[in-house]
C-alpha cells in the first residue's frame, strides 16, 4: 500500500507542509527549509522510531492519531499511562532546541568553526566532538536540560556543512559521516589557490574536478580572505564583492539554487538524524525519550527540613509521601520521577532522584531528624530549595516541609531568580513554627509566602495533626496534565472575580489561603455556594490550617463562573484542573547580524519598550485543533485589566506576543481561545510571575568546561536607569570557586563589561551541570535584574573508537515461512562485542525487538551476547556502549526480503554503526503513518 503513488504524494506534500510550517527564526535560508525545520524534522523521526521500538518491546501497539507533537506524546506513554497525557514538557524540549540552535547565530555569529566557514573544518567537527561528549555525559547524569541546550548548538554547526561547504556539489547526497565520527580523519581539502584568480560562481571548477572539500569564508567585519578562495555570500558577507564573487552558501532558496539548497536540506536532515541516532545509542531508548521531555509529566520533588525539632513533622511528611506515593502507583498521573532534598542545620543534600517509587519511599524512610537542632536557630532551607529548583527538570512541582524560617535568606533573591527562569512550582507547608527566642533571624514566614507566590504555589501553615489532610494537594497538583486557569492575591478587600471554565476541564479545584475569609462561588446559572456550605450544590469544601479547597463536582457548568471573596487580610486565589490543552512560553528578545532571530531572556525583560513572548499553544489533537483568541500581561496581585498582546502566527502553534503597555509590577501570562474539538472556550493563565527592569545583564556560556580548568565567563550589564555602582552578585549552586567584580560602574543608556571566572574542581564529576546566577543592583534606583547560566563539567576525552558488534551466528530454521504462525517458535542470535583498547564496554541493551538478551561480564575483553526471541519479533538491533559513550551497534533481521522492514535501522549494518538514512526514510515514516491513519479511519 505504501508504494501506491497517490500515498507518496501525499507523505511527500505532509512532509514539504512539515518543513514549511516552521518559525523562521534562523535559517538555513529565509526560504522553506530553516535550521528549525530540519532539526524538527529530525527529532520527530527518530523520536517515532524511538516510541515504536519501546512499545514493541513491551507488546503494545504504537499508532498516533496523527502527526503533531501532541498526538506522538499520546500514542508513546498512552498505554502506559491511559487517559489524556500533557504534550506541554515535549514541547519546551523541543523548543529548548530549536532555540538554542538559533542561538549559534547570536553568540558564535563571528567564529568560523561554529558554522563551518572558512574552511575550519577540523574546528567545526572538534566543537561537534566536544558536544556530543558532554550531552551524553549530561544525560548519563540525567542532567537533561543541559544535554537539550548543546545538542541544539551542536546540531547547528552540523547542519551549516552542508549549507556552507560544498560538499553537496562534489555529488554527495549521503552525509559526511565523518564529522560525527572523530576517529575518521577529515581530508583532502581544498589547499592550492585559483591559479588565474578569477574563478568562476558558484564553484571553482578545480575544486570540483579534484573532488576537494572547501567552504565559504565570511567576513562579517573585513572583506579579505585568501586568494581564489569561494565566498560565504549574501548581504552580511563582505567577502563577497571580492574576486571570486558571490557565495557557495545554500542557505537560502533562491532562484537557480533551488536543486542545490534542496540537497543541502537533505544531507542536513540525513545528518542531523545520524547524530541523534549516535545519542540514543549512548542514551538507550527510555532515557532518550526523556531527553525530549516524553514521560509523563508530573515530577514531584520533596524538600524536607530534618532539624531536631521536625522529629513528628518527618513522620508525618513520611505517611503523607508514603500515601502520594502509593495512591499514584500504576495510574496515570504516576510521577515520572521523584526527587528528595533534606535539609537541616548547617548542611542541605544530597539531592536523590529516581523513576522508582519504591527506592523513593526507602529513601524517605531513612530520614531522620539529625542536626542539632538548636530550638532557635532557622535552617538551610533556601539552600535546599535551590538545589531543587536546579536538579529538578523545568516545571516541576517542589513541595517544601519546614518549620522555621530561611537562615540562609540572602539566598533569596537568587531563589526568585531561578524560580522564574525554571518555571516551578513551589508549595511550603509550615509546620506549627516552634517557639524560640528572637536572635538575629533576619528571614519571616513572609518570606515563603513570597517565594511560593512568586512560583504560583501556595504557603500552607497547618499543624502536624492537619498534615495528613494537606495531602490532597499535592495529590492534585501531582498530574499528568495539570492547568492553571486563574491565579490573584490581594492584602485584603473584597473583590468578585470570574473565570472561564471550558468542557473539557476535569477535577476542577479552587484552593485559596488566608485567614478570616469568607467567599460565595456562582455557575453560569447562578447556582451559589458560601464558605459555610462544605458540601453544596456545587462541589466540596474543605480547609486545613490557613488553605480551602474546593473540589467542583463533575458535572460541572461549562461557561463564566464567579467567586466573590472578602477578608481583612491577605489571600491567595488559585483554580486549577486537568487538561491537555495548555501553553508554553519564552519571553524573547530579537538579535540581528546576517542572521536574524529571537533569543530567550534567562532574567527579566527590559522595561520601557515592548514585552515579547514567544508561545506555543497545545491543542488536543496538536496546535490545529485550538484558536487563540486574546494573549497578554495581567498583575497577579493588582485588580487590573489585562494587557493586551498583539499576535502574530509563527506557523505550527507557535506564536510571537508583543505587548506595548506592561504591567508594573509582577505579573502573568493570561491566554483564551477555542477548542476546535469540543467547540468550547477556555482561559489558561501562567503560573511563574515576572517583571520587567531598567537593568539588563547578558551573558551566554557557549563551551564546556574541564574538571580543575578555568572558565571565563565574559558578561555585561546596562541600565536605562540613573547610572553609578552596580553591586554584582553570582552564586552558583556546586559551591564551585568564582572570581567576579563586586562593582561596575553604569553609565546610563552603556553597556559595562565584565569578567567572572569559575574553577570546578579537579575531581568534579564528568557530566555535571552547574547553575550559574548573576545578580546586578544597581543603588541608585534599587533595580535588579539576572542572568541565569547552565554550564557542563566534561573532562577531556581521547577514546573514540567504538565498540564493534558482529553478528556471530543465527539459528532460525525453527521460524516458519507463515508469519501468522510465529508466535509457538523462537530464533536464538550470538554476537561478538569488543571495545578493542578503547575505555571498555559499559552497557550492552536492545535497540530493538523483545526477546531475552544475556551477555558475559562486560569486564571480558571479547564478550558473547545471546539473544532469544518469538519469531514473531524478525528485527533484533543491540548496543554497546563504552564508558565514554562511543557506541556500536549490530542489527539482523530474519524477515525475508519480500516483507518491508519496520521504520527501525535496516537489519545490516556492517561493523555497527548508525545506517544511513536517505530522504527515502521520512518518507517511509511518514508514508507507515499515513497507512496506519488510513487504516484507523
Ligand atoms: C541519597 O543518595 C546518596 C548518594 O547516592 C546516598 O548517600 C544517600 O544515603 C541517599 N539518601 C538520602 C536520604 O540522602
Ligand atoms: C479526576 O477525575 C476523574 C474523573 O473525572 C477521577 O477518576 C480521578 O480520580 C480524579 N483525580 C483526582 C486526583 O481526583
Ligand atoms: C477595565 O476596563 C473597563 C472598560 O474597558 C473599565 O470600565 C474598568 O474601569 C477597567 N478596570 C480597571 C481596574 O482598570
Ligand atoms: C562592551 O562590549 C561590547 C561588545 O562586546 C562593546 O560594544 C562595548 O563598547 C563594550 N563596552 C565597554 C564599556 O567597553
Ligand atoms: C566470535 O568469537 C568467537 C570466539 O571468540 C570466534 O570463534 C568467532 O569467529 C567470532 N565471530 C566473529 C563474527 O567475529
Ligand atoms: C590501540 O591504540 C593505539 C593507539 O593508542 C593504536 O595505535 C592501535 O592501533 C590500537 N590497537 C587496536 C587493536 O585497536
Request: glycine content about 8%; overall charge negative; charged content about 15%.
Amino acid at each position: 500500500m505504501c508504494s501506491a503513488l497517490p500515498a507518496l504524494a501525499l507523505a511527500l506534500a505532509l512532509a514539504l507542509a512539515l518543513l514549511q510550517s516552521s518559525v523562521a527564526f534562523v535559517p538555513i535560508g529565509g526560504g522553506a527549509a530553516t535550521h528549525v525545520s530540519i532539526t524538527g524534522t529530525a527529532l520527530l523521526q527518530k523520536l517515532t522510531e524511538t516510541c515504536k521500538a519501546v512499545a514493541e518491546a513491551s507488546g503494545h501497539e504504537f499508532n498516533p492519531t496523527g502527526p503533531s507533537a501532541e498526538e506522538l506524546v499520546q500514542a508513546c506513554l498512552g498505554p502506559t499511562a491511559p487517559g489524556e497525557v500533557s504534550a506541554a514538557k515535549f514541547r519546551a524540549a523541543l523548543q529548548e532546541v530549536y532555540v538554542q540552535n538559533g542561538m549559534v547565530d547570536r553568540d558564535s555569529v563571528a567564529s568560523a568553526a561554529y558554522h563551518f566557514n572558512s574552511e575550519a573544518f577540523l574546528e567545526g567537527r572538534g566543537l561537534i566532538t566536544e558536544g556530543v561528549v558532554s550531552i551524553k555525559f549530561n544525560i548519563q547524569k540525567q542532567e537533561y536540560q543541559a544535554a537539550r541546550v548543546t545538542l541544539g548548538r551542536v546540531l547547528h554547526t552540523l547542519q551549516d556543512f552542508y549549507s556552507h561547504s560544498n560538499w553537496v556539489e562534489l555529488g554527495n547526497t549521503e552525509p559526511f559521516a565523518n564529522l560525527i565520527r572523530p576517529d575518521l580523519p577529515i581530508e583532502n581539502i581544498y589547499s592550492s589557490d585559483c591559479a588565474s584568480g578569477n574563478c568562476p560562481n558558484p564553484i571553482l571548477a578545480n575544486i570540483l574536478q579534484e573532488n576537494k572539500l572547501t567552504s565559504g569564508y565570511m567576513g562579517t567585519l573585513s572583506s579579505e580572505k585568501p586568494k581564489g578562495k569561494c565566498s560565504h555570500g549574501g548581504a552580511g558577507d563582505l567577502t563577497s564583492a571580492v574576486e571570486p564573487r558571490g557565495g557557495i552558501s545554500k542557505d537560502e532558496r533562491r532562484p537557480g539554487n533551488e536543486a542545490l539548497h534542496d540537497a543541502a536540506v537533505t544531507a542536513a536532515t540525513s545528518a542531523s538524524l545520524q547524530l541523534l541516532e549516535d545519542i540514543r545509542g549512548a542514551a538507550g531508548n527510555r532515557d532518550f525519550l526523556r531527553l525530549m521531555g516524553i514521560a509523563r509529566s508530573a515530577v514531584v520533588c520533596f524538600v524536607i527540613d530534618t532539624t531536631r525539632s521536625m522529629a513528628d513533622d518527618i513522620a508525618a511528611a513520611k505517611e503523607m509521601v508514603y500515601e502520594i506515593i502509593d495512591s499514584k502507583k500504576g495510574t496515570q498521573d504516576e510521577p515520572s520521577e521523584y526527587i528528595l532534598v533534606p535539609f537541616n542545620d548547617p548542611g542541605w543534600g544530597p539531592m536523590n532522584r529516581t523513576t522508582d517509587p519504591e527506592v523513593m519511599k526507602s529513601e524517605i524512610s531513612k530520614l531522620k531528624a539529625s542536626s542539632p537542632g538548636n530550638t532557635d536557630i532557622p535552617e538551610m532551607c533556601l539552600s535546599g530549595l535551590q538545589m531543587a529548583l536546579t536538579g529538578a527538570p523545568a516545571s516541576s512541582q517542589i513541595f517544601v516541609f519546614t518549620d522555621a524560617p530561611a537562615k540562609d535568606i540572602h539566598l533569596k533573591g537568587t531563589i526568585l531568580a531561578l524560580i522564574s527562569s525554571t518555571k516551578s512550582t513551589v508549595s511550603i507547608y509550615i509546620t506549627s513554627p516552634r517557639r524560640r527566642k528572637r536572635r538575629s533571624v533576619k528571614a519571616s514566614f513572609n518570606d515563603y509566602t513570597d517565594l511560593a507566590l512568586a512560583s504560583g504555589g501556595q504557603a500552607i501553615h497547618v499543624s502536624k495533626e492537619d498534615l495528613p489532610a494537606a495531602t490532597e494537594v499535592i495529590l492534585d497538583t501531582s498530574t499528568s496534565a495539570l492547568v492553571t486557569v486563574l491565579q490573584r492575591s490581594r492584602s485584603s478587600g473584597s473583590e468578585t472575580f470570574t473565570f472561564l471554565l471550558d468542557e473539557s476541564l476535569r477535577n476542577i479545584t479552587l484552593y485559596i489561603t488566608g485567614s478570616q475569609i469568607t467567599f460565595t462561588i456562582s455557575n453560569p446559572a447562578g447556582v451559589s455556594q458560601s464558605n459555610t456550605q462544605l458540601s453544596g450544590g456545587l462541589g466540596t469544601i474543605q480547609s486545613v490550617g490557613n488553605l480551602w479547597r474546593i473540589r467542583l463536582d463533575d458535572d460541572k457548568q461549562t461557561g463564566t463562573w464567579k467567586i466573590q471573596m472578602a477578608s481583612a487580610q491577605p489571600y491567595t486565589l488559585k483554580v486549577t484542573g486537568q487538561n491537555t490543552i495548555t501553553f508554553i512560553y519564552d519571553f524573547v528578545v530579537p538579535f540581528g547580524g546576517p542572521h536574524p532571530g529571537y533569543a530567550p531572556i534567562t532574567g527579566r525583560p527590559q522595561a520601557g519598550r515592548p514585552a515579547m513572548l514567544l508561545l506555543s499553544v497545545m491543542g488536543r489533537k496538536g496546535p490545529a485543533s485550538v484558536t487563540v483568541g486574546e494573549v497578554g500581561l495581567i498583575p497577579v496581585s493588582r485588580a487590573e485589566n489585562v494587557s493586551r498582546g498583539s499576535t502574530t502566527d509563527m506557523g505550527n502553534g507557535d506564536i510571537m506576543v508583543t505587548v506595548d503597555a506592561v504591567p508594573h509590577g509582577e505579573f502573568v501570562v493570561i491566554l483564551t481561545g477555542t477548542d476546535s474539538v469540543s467547540g468550547s472556550q477556555f482561559q489558561r493563565q501562567s503560573t511563574t510571575q515576572m517583571s520587567v527592569s531598567k537593568v539588563i545583564v547578558t551573558a551566554a556560556v557557549d563551551s564546556s568546561v574541564e574538571p580543575g580548568q578555568t572558565l571565563s565567563i565574559p558578561f555585561s550589564v546596562m541600565t536605562e536607569g540613573s547610572g553609578g555602582p552596580c553591586s554584582i552578585n553570582a552564586r552558583n549552586d556546586k559551591e564551585f570557586p568564582m572570581t567576579f567584580p563586586m562593582n561596575v560602574p553604569l553609565t546610563t543608556g552603556q553597556y559595562a563589561n565584565a569578567t567572572l571566572t569559575i574553577t570546578p574542581p579537579k575531581d568534579t564529576p564528568s557530566g555535571t551541570d552547574v547553575t550559574l546566577t548573576i545578580m546586578a543592583k544597581t543603588s541608585a534606583s534599587t533595580d535588579s535584574n539576572y542572568a541565569v547560566l547552565r554550564l557542563s563539567v566534561v573532562s577531556k576525552i581521547t577514546d573514540f573508537v567504538r565498540p564493534t558488534c558482529k553478528v556471530d551466528r543465527v539459528g532460525a530454521d525453527d521460524c516458519p515461512a507463515d508469519v501468522s504462525q510465529c508466535a509457538s517458535f523462537r530464533w536464538d542470535l550470538s554476537a561478538n562485542i569488543t571495545d578493542g583498547n578503547g575505555t571498555g564496554i559499559d552497557r550492552i541493551t536492545l535497540r530493538q525487538g523483545n526477546g531475552v538478551l544475556s551477555h558475559d561480564a562486560l569486564t571480558h575483553l571479547d564478550i558473547e551476547a545471546s539473544y532469544n526471541a518469538s519469531c514473531c519479533s524478525q528485527i533484533v538491533g543491540i548496543v554497546a556502549v563504552d564508558k565514554v559513550g562511543n557506541v556500536g551497534s549490530c542489527y539482523h533481521s530474519i524477515a525475508l526480503p519480500t516483507i518491508a522492514p519496520s521504520v527501525g535501522p535496516t537489519p545490516t549494518v556492517p561493523g555497527g554503526g548508525p545506517p544511513s538514512l536517505g530522504l527515502a526514510r521520512p518518507l517511509l515514516l511518514l508514508c507507515l503513518l499515513l497507512a496506519a491513519l488510513i487504516a484507523r479511519s
